[in-house]
């Protein structure tokens, strides 16, 4: 029952540093999602992909790259980390992109930019 | 422009009160589908219900219940007999029904039941 599996957990980078973030499903799910969730707000989508080789920005995608080279992976990189980029992220996948087909999260990764 | 509104930010009840969590959708759209999702203090999200727009039966599972009146584009969720492992926040996630890939999140209601 992994579902949508997130790592690292935990993160502490410092301004500029690299990273980058991996997410799992093990659903056969199409559709792939990064968010993030800052204090007082709701999740804001970062990228999305629709499949594998594909990927597509969001709401908020500027300082973050994405590569879905496995349809059961989507990768989120940060190329030069900013503080303001400290936050929570979130991966979510969903069977396809109907608008009924909700979207299942994993346990998020908690990252701080020093 | 579409907005989803969550106005209560944090709401305490006592254990075994029930609680009714507000969220607004205004959308021109016809047809879209309204989710809710729950985060309790461990972070993760973790789905509950999911209702279309075309369809205004209420609907009750267990201790939860949701409302949903298209006139007045809200969509409440009632707990009854509120416990302390109902506190977590509460998120309304409203979505076109038009291939449109981006859940658009509320705020988010922060519930507390007291013990």
């Known amino acids: 029952n992994a579902g949508v599996t997130q790592t690292p957990k935990f993160r502490v980078l410092k301004t500029g540093q690299s990273m980058t973030l991996l997410c799992a499903q093990d659903?056969?799910?199409?559709?792939m999602y990064w968010y993030r969730q800052d204090p007082g707000m709701g999740l804001r989508l970062i990228h999305y992909?629709?499949?594998?080789?594909?990927?597509a920005k969001g709401e908020v995608p500027d300082g973050y790259n994405v590569s879905r080279l496995k349809k059961q992976n989507f990768l989120l990189g940060l190329e030069s980390a900013a503080p303001s980029q400290t936050s929570v992220y979130f991966c979510?996948?969903?069977?396809?992109?109907?608008?009924?087909?909700?979207?299942?999260f994993g346990d998020g990764t908690r990252l701080s930019i020093l | 422009a579409q907005k989803v509104t969550q106005a209560q930010t944090e709401i305490s009840v006592v254990e075994k009160e029930d609680v009714t969590l507000d969220c607004v959708y205004e959308?021109?759209?016809?047809?879209?589908?309204l989710f809710w999702y729950k985060q309790p203090p461990s972070g993760e999200l973790v789905f509950l219900i999911r209702?279309?727009?075309?369809?205004?039966q209420n609907e009750i599972s267990g201790r939860y219940s949701w409302n949903f009146q298209k006139s007045t584009s809200s969509f409440n969720f009632t707990i009854t007999a509120s416990q302390v492992v109902d506190s977590a926040v509460y998120f309304c996630?409203?979505?076109?029904?038009?291939?449109?890939?981006?859940?658009?999140f509320g705020t988010g209601t922060r519930l507390t039941i007291i013990p």
């Open positions: 959308t021109r759209d016809t047809t879209y589908y």
């Open positions: 992909s629709v499949g594998e080789g594909t990927t």
């Open positions: 996630a409203p979505r076109s029904g038009f291939g449109n890939e981006k859940l658009t």
């Open positions: 209702r279309n727009s075309f369809d205004e």
């Open positions: 979510a996948s969903s069977r396809h992109n109907g608008g009924n087909q909700p979207q299942h």
């Open positions: 659903m056969n799910h199409e559709y």
